[in-house]
C-alpha cells in the first residue's frame, strides 16, 4: 500500500538521479518519501523552517481550552446583553472586543420580534455522562501506541469532533444532547503518522474521519449514526508546519492541518501570503480547503483554492496519491487533483499541499458604493465582471444587511444613538433621494501597487456611478470587511434569545442572480409563514464574488421560534424549500460550503447519473472498506 | 442508458417548471433533451443560429477535397524549392503564400547539411489496394443505415482518420505504409445522432474512436494493431453549429465539432471571440481541446480550456454526463468536467460546449524584444510572470530560433539578400554588441482597450530593460506570430529533403526552466551522436507560456537522417532520451500535446499508482466494454 508506493517513488528518483549529476537539492518531504523517516528526525533537518510545531500556532490539541464546545470561535468572545441591556462583544481578540453595540438590541427587536426577556438557556458545560461510552477496537488502539502517536478516547476530545456548525448541530449541543460522536480522535504530527494510522485503520477495519478545522456547514463531520465500526477521528491540527518556502517559484510546501491565520501569519513574516481568505479562516485548515473546493474573499487576486493548490499529497487505503511534478499546468490525463479537490473526506487524509504565495501587496484600500436600488447594484457588479476589472474583493449586501451593518456599529462616542438615529442621519445626510427601504451598499477592497490600485479604483468607481451608485467612504467598507470574522457569533446571541438561522449560498449566471435574490428571499418567507413562525423572518442575501459568467450569492435565514415545538424541523425545512427554490432559478447547489450530508439528495441531479457513477467508482477503487466513512457525498 | 438518462432530466426539469411559473426560456439544446427531438428538426427553429451547418465551415466530409493525405494542412499550400532553387510557399491562404524565402535553402543547408539535389520521393497518392478491406460488423451497419447517420467504408475515408501528425504517422503515409485504420467512417450531425450511435456500437460491440481535429501529436488517433472488433471513427467535423450565444452571460453553447478558425470567424461576426487560439486551430476540434486539455495562444487573457469551459455534456457507454447547472464555480463534490477534460477519446464523445465569450478586443499590437542571452530573457520573463502583467502573449525563442527566424523571411524586395547578409545586418545595424550567436527574442502580442494596452506594454518594456532587452519594434513580432501557421507545413519540406523532426513540450517550475533548455537541447545532441546521425541536428527552444509557478517550454528537434537505415526508430529513440531528460529535470510529461499512447509509459509515475487506478476506475465505469478503444492514456 502505502510502503510500496514508497519504493517505487524511491526508484522513479534514483533512475532519475543517474540520468543527470549534481541534480537539485530535493526538499524535505521527497527525502522523508525516500527514507521514510519519522517527523522528530524531519524536525532536525536544517531546511525545515517555521520553528516547532506548537510555536505560533492557534489551535492546541485540547481545542475546549480556547473554543466553545457548543458555539461558535474562541470561548473568551461573544455577543451578550450587558446589565444595562446594550449588546458587547466580550473578549480582547477582535477590533469589536470590549464594546458596545448599541443598535444592536433596536434591530434585533425589531426584526425578529425578539425580547430580551425571553432568553433560552444553553447547556453552560458538557456532560460527559451525556456522551455514549467509546466503541474501541481494542488492538487497532494497542498497535497505535506504539507508534508513539497521541490520541483520546476522553469524552470532551470526542464530542468537540462530531459535529460542525449546522444550526441543527449546534441546536442540539446547546440543549446538552449528543448523538454519534467518535469513539477517538488521534493527532498525527506528520504525514508518515498519517500513512500508520490509515495503514492500522485498514488492518483492523476502523472508521476514520479527518478532522481539519471543525468549520463545516454541510453535515460533513456528523458521524453517521448507523456506524457499527470504531470512529477515529483523524485530528491533522498538530500537523501545521511550513516544510518549506520556495522564493524562486513563489511556492510553499505546507502540511494540511495549518489553519488559515496561521499560515498568513507566518508567510508574513516572510513577506509573503496566500492570500487566501476564506470566512472561516481563522479556524479552517488547508487540507479542509481542497477536500471542500473552498473559496477566499480575495479569489479575484489570489484565486480559489483549485487556482492556488500546485501540488497535493494525499493518503489513501490504496497508498499514497501525488502527481511526481510540480509544473504550472498540464495535460497528463484527467487531472487528479480534481479527484482530490472536493472528495469531502471520503477517499483519504490530505496530508501535504504545495500552494503558491504572493508577495504582501503593498497597499491596500477599502471602499464602498450607495446603490438606489439593488437592481443597480447588481447591474453593476455586471459590468464590472465584464470589463474584467473587479477589485480584490467586491461584495453587493441587499437593503436588509445594510441596515444589518448599522445595527453593528459600534458605540464610539459617548452619546447614545439608537439604530433607527443612526440610519436616519446617514440616509438624510448623505443620500438624499435614496429610499433607505431600498438602498444597497457595496464594499470594495483594492489590494497591490498603489498607483494601479488608485487607478484602478477611479476604474471602478466611474462604473459605479453609471448605475446611479456613489461613494460611501473607506470607513464603511473597512467596517464591512471587519465584521466578518464576528458575524458568526451573531448566531450564537441569537439562539439565547430564540431565534435561528443559518447562511447558504450559491453560485448563479448573470441573468438568474435577480430572480434568484427575490425568489428565494420570497420562497423563505412564505414557507416560514406557511409552518406556523409567529414573526416575518430575516431573509436576505448578498453578491459576494463576481465570475466571468455569473455569481456566487450568500443568503442569510433566520426567525424566531417561540411557540414552535420542533423548530429545528421547520429550520430544516425552509431550507430544504430555499434550496428547491435556488436549483430551480438555476443556481447550484453550492459555490464553496460543499455538499456533506446535508444535501446529498441531490447529486444525482447535480452531476448526472453518469456522474454519480464515476465518483462512485472511484470511491469504491480509493477505499473498498470504507475506511473514510463519514458518508459524504454519495 | 441514454433515454435512462434523457428521461430523468425530463422530470426533473418539470419538476423545476412546477416550483416556478414563467420561468426563462430554455436554450434549444435542454429542448431537444426534453423531447428528443431530431437535428432536422432543431436546424429550423428559431433561436438556433448560424445558419446552416456546411455555411461556413472549413472542413467538408470529404477532408480530402481540401487537405493532404500524407502531411500537414491545405493541399494547396506546401513550402518547396522553385527552378530557381528558392523556396517559395504555394497557394493563396496566408500571407506568406505565393512568396518567395529567400533565406531558407542557406538555412536549411547550413543547419541539416541538406542538399536540394537529395530529395525524398513521397508517395503522391494513396493506392487504395495498400489499404487492408474494411472489418464490417454486418448488424451494426444494417441500424446505422436506419439512423440515416452518413457513412463511408471507402479506403480514402478510412486512411484519413487513421492518423494524426506524429512523425512516424506522417513518414508512413509517405511511404505509403498503411497500417490499422477505421473499418468505416461516420459522420454526426448532433448530439442525438451520437447518442444513437454510441447506443449501436455498445450493442454491436464495435470500437468508437472519436475523431475531431486530426491533429494529434501523440498517436491518439492511432488504430490499435490489435484490435480485432470493428473499429468506427466517429468524425465529428459536421457537428460544427453554434447553438446559441448569450450575450447577457458572455457564453455560447457550441457543437464540439466546430473548428477554431470557424468558430472564432462566427463568433466575430457577432462581436465576440474565444480567444482561444492553439496553433492547430486551423483543424482543431473544440471536443479536440476538451479532451487534450488544450492551451490556446492568449491563455493569459482568455484562459486554457478548463477555464474557458461553462459546460460540458458527453455521450457515454452508461448515458449521457452532464452537470445541471451553469454556475461559474461550484462545490459539488470532485468536479466532473475534470474527468472529461484530458480523457483523449477514453470515455465518450463529447458533443456540446458551453464555453466563455468575450467582447472581440478593441486594439492588438505587436512587439518583440531581443535579449543578450537566453538566460536574461527567461530572467525577463519570469519576472514578467512574477508582476502579473504578462500581455496576451509572450514567447522567448532560443538563438537557433531567432536564426530560423531570420530564415523563413518573405522576400519584399528585389534585391536578393541571403540568410547570412540579412542576419549580419540586422545585428550590426541594430543591436550593436549584442552577440549574435548568443542573443534570442521575445514576441509579445497585446489586446484590449488601447490605453490600456499602452501602459501595459511600457510596463513589460520597462521591465525588459532591466534585463538587458530592447525593444525590437512590431514586426518582429507580428512575423513571429504569422508563421505560426505556416510552420507546421515546414516538416514536409524538410521530409522532402532527408530530414525528419518534431516538436515536443513540457510544463517545469521558474527554477528549472534554464536547466531544462540546456540539458534537454544538450541530451538531444548527445543521443543524435551516439546513434549515428551524421550531422549535428537542429535542438532549439522556445519558453512560450508563463504561470505564477512555472513556464510552458515548446521544444523543435530535426535532424538530416541520410545513411540512417532506420531514421524513425532513431527518432524516437532521440524523443525518448528527450522525454526521460525533461522529467529528470523536474518538466512535466507535457503541457498541452497530452499523452495519447505516445507517452503512456510515464503515467504512472507522472500521477502514482493511486492516480492510474482512479483514472482506471472511471474508465471500467463509464465503458466497461472499452468501447471506446483508442487505448490513449492507460
Redesign the interface.
Known amino acids: 500500500m502505502a510502503s510500496?508506493?514508497s519504493s517505487?517513488?524511491h526508484q522513479?528518483a534514483r533512475?532519475?538521479l543517474s540520468?543527470?549529476a549534481g541534480?537539485?537539492q530535493r526538499p524535505a518531504d521527497s527525502d522523508a518519501a525516500l527514507l521514510a523517516v519519522d517527523c522528530k528526525a524531519q524536525a532536525n533537518k536544517p531546511n525545515v523552517s517555521a520553528g516547532d510545531r506548537s510555536e505560533g500556532r492557534t489551535v492546541p490539541r485540547k481545542r475546549q481550552e480556547i473554543m466553545k464546545w457548543n458555539g461558535w470561535g474562541y470561548s473568551d468572545s461573544r455577543f451578550l446583553f450587558n446589565k444595562k441591556g446594550q449588546a458587547e462583544f466580550t473578549g480582547k481578540r477582535y477590533r469589536l472586543s470590549g464594546m458596545i453595540i448599541p443598535g444592536l438590541k433596536d434591530w434585533m427587536e425589531s426584526t425578529f420580534g425578539a425580547n430580551l426577556q425571553h432568553k433560552t438557556q444553553a447547556t453552560p458545560a458538557l456532560n460527559s455522562s451525556a456522551v455514549q461510552p467509546p466503541t474501541l477496537n481494542e488492538v487497532f488502539v494497542e498497535e497505535l501506541k506504539s507508534t508513539g502517536i497521541p490520541f483520546s478516547h476522553e469524552a470532551e476530545d470526542r464530542v468537540f469532533r462530531g459535529h460542525g456548525h449546522c444550526l441543527h448541530e449546534i441546536f442540539a449541543l446547546r440543549e446538552g444532547k449528543i448523538g454519534r460522536v467518535p469513539d477517538m480522535v488521534v493527532w498525527p504530527s506528520c504525514h508518515n503518522d498519517v500513512v500508520k494510522i490509515v495503514e492500522l485503520a485498514c488492518k483492523h477495519n476502523v472508521c476514520l474521519i479527518p478532522y481539519g478545522g471543525g468549520t463545516s456547514v454541510s453535515s460533513a463531520l456528523e458521524c453517521p449514526p448507523e456506524e457499527t465500526r470504531s470512529i477515529v477521528s483523524l485530528d491533522t491540527s498538530q500537523m501545521n508546519r511550513i516544510l518549506w518556502i520556495?522564493e524562486?517559484?513563489?511556492?510553499a510546501h505546507v502540511e494540511s492541518g495549518i489553519v488559515g491565520q496561521d499560515l498568513e501569519r507566518l508567510l508574513n513574516e516572510s513577506g509573503y501570503c496566500t492570500g487566501h481568505e476564506p470566512d472561516s479562516m481563522e479556524f479552517s485548515s488547508l487540507g479542509g480547503w481542497v477536500a471542500?473546493?473552498?473559496?477566499g474573499m480575495k479569489k479575484n487576486i489570489y484565486g480559489?483554492i483549485?487556482d492556488l493548490v500546485?501540488h497535493i499529497k494525499m493518503v489513501?487505503p490504496?497508498?499514497?496519491?501525488?502527481?511526481?511534478?510540480?509544473?504550472?499546468?498540464?495535460?497528463?490525463?484527467?487531472?487528479?487533483h480534481?479527484?482530490?479537490?472536493?472528495?469531502?473526506g471520503t477517499l483519504g487524509v490530505v496530508t501535504e499541499v504545495t500552494i503558491?504565495i504572493r508577495p504582501i501587496p503593498e497597499y491596500q484600500k477599502y471602499g464602498s458604493v450607495v446603490f438606489p436600488s439593488f437592481e443597480q447594484g447588481v447591474a453593476c457588479l455586471r459590468e464590472v465582471a465584464?470589463q474584467r476589472c473587479a477589485p480584490a474583493s467586491i461584495r453587493l449586501m441587499d437593503n436588509e444587511q445594510f441596515k444589518f451593518g448599522h445595527a453593528l456599529k459600534p458605540q464610539v462616542s459617548s452619546i447614545f444613538t439608537s439604530f433607527l438615529d443612526g440610519l436616519k442621519k446617514f440616509y438624510i445626510t448623505k443620500f438624499k433621494g435614496f429610499d433607505p427601504n431600498r438602498l444597497c451598499v457595496a464594499t470594495l477592497l483594492f489590494e497591490g501597487d498603489r498607483e494601479k490600485v488608485l487607478q484602478h479604483e477611479k476604474q471602478v468607481y466611474d462604473i459605479a456611478a453609471k448605475f446611479g451608485g456613489l461613494a460611501a467612504g473607506e470607513d464603511n467598507g473597512q467596517r464591512g470587511y471587519m465584521l466578518t470574522f464576528v458575524i458568526a457569533y451573531l448566531r450564537d446571541l441569537g439562539m439565547d434569545y430564540y431565534v435561528i438561522g443559518e447562511s447558504f449560498e450559491?453560485?448563479?449566471?448573470?441573468?438568474?442572480v435577480l430572480?434568484i435574490c427575490r425568489?428565494v428571499k420570497a420562497r423563505i418567507v412564505q414557507e416560514c409563514k406557511d409552518k406556523g413562525v409567529q414573526f416575518p423572518p430575516l431573509s436576505t442575501c448578498r453578491v459576494t464574488q463576481t465570475?466571468?459568467?455569473?455569481?456566487?450569492v450568500y443568503f442569510y435565514f433566520a426567525f424566531n421560534y417561540r411557540g414552535l415545538s420542533d423548530p429545528v424541523h421547520v429550520y430544516e425545512q425552509v431550507e430544504h424549500a430555499a434550496r428547491?427554490?435556488i436549483?430551480?432559478?438555476?443556481?447550484?447547489?453550492?459555490?464553496?460550503?460543499?455538499?456533506g450530508k446535508l444535501r446529498k439528495e441531490w447529486?444525482r441531479?447535480?452531476?448526472?447519473?453518469?456522474?454519480m457513477?464515476?465518483?462512485?467508482?472511484?470511491k469504491?477503487?480509493?477505499d473498498p472498506n470504507n475506511i473514510f466513512g463519514n458518508r459524504n457525498?454519495?
Open positions: 510500496n508506493s517505487s517513488r522513479t533512475h532519475r540520468i543527470i541534480h537539485l520556495d524562486k517559484n513563489l511556492t471542500t473546493r473552498a473559496s480559489n483549485e500546485v489513501t490504496r497508498g499514497v496519491i501525488e502527481k511526481s511534478c510540480q509544473g504550472p499546468r498540464m495535460s497528463t490525463g484527467p487531472d487528479i480534481h479527484f482530490i479537490l472536493g472528495s469531502e503558491k465584464r450559491t453560485s448563479v449566471p448573470w441573468d438568474r430572480d425568489n465570475y466571468d459568467a455569473g455569481a456566487c428547491e427554490e436549483l430551480a432559478n438555476g443556481g447550484s447547489l453550492s459555490h464553496h460550503h460543499g455538499v447529486m441531479e447535480t452531476v448526472s447519473s453518469v456522474g457513477g464515476m465518483l462512485k467508482s472511484v469504491d477503487y480509493v457525498l454519495l
